[in-house]
């Protein structure tokens, strides 16, 4: 079982950068065993990929509507994988949401991801 905790969202303007970390816990395989995504959910929109990263930190995946300004990062010291968004526009708004992906591989799609966080909010104003 993991536990995913997300923070550093908020409410920021057209052009500005957020940071968001997420914390795991909990037993069973340690935290740098698990491939690890970013997704976020747009009000009345399904859930979507951002990002991803495997356990090493060696291989990254960018959906395209991210790709250059969104970077993912992992520590595994710190049991934490972080967001690093920048140039953020208002079509960013969503809530965001962390999960783990206990299999080989990193993969894309929410269906392979066995544990998620409950989220945060970003807010991009015009």
């Known amino acids: 079982q993991v536990q995913l905790v997300e923070s550093g969202g908020g409410l920021v303007q057209a052009g500005d950068s957020l940071r968001l970390s997420c914390a795991a816990s909990?037993?069973?395989?340690?935290?740098?065993?698990?491939?690890m995504g970013w997704f976020r959910q747009a009000p009345g929109k399904e859930r979507e990929f951002v990002a991803a990263i495997s356990w090493s930190g060696g291989t990254t995946y960018y959906a395209d509507s991210v790709k250059g300004r969104f970077t993912i990062s992992r520590e595994n010291a710190k049991n934490t994988v972080y967001l690093q968004m920048n140039s953020l526009k208002p079509e960013d708004t969503a809530v965001y949401y962390c999960a783990v992906d206990s299999g080989l591989g990193v993969r894309v799609t929410t269906k392979w991801y066995d544990y998620w966080g409950q989220g945060t909010q970003v807010t991009v104003s015009s």
């Open positions: 909990g037993s069973g395989r340690t935290f740098n065993a698990y491939n």
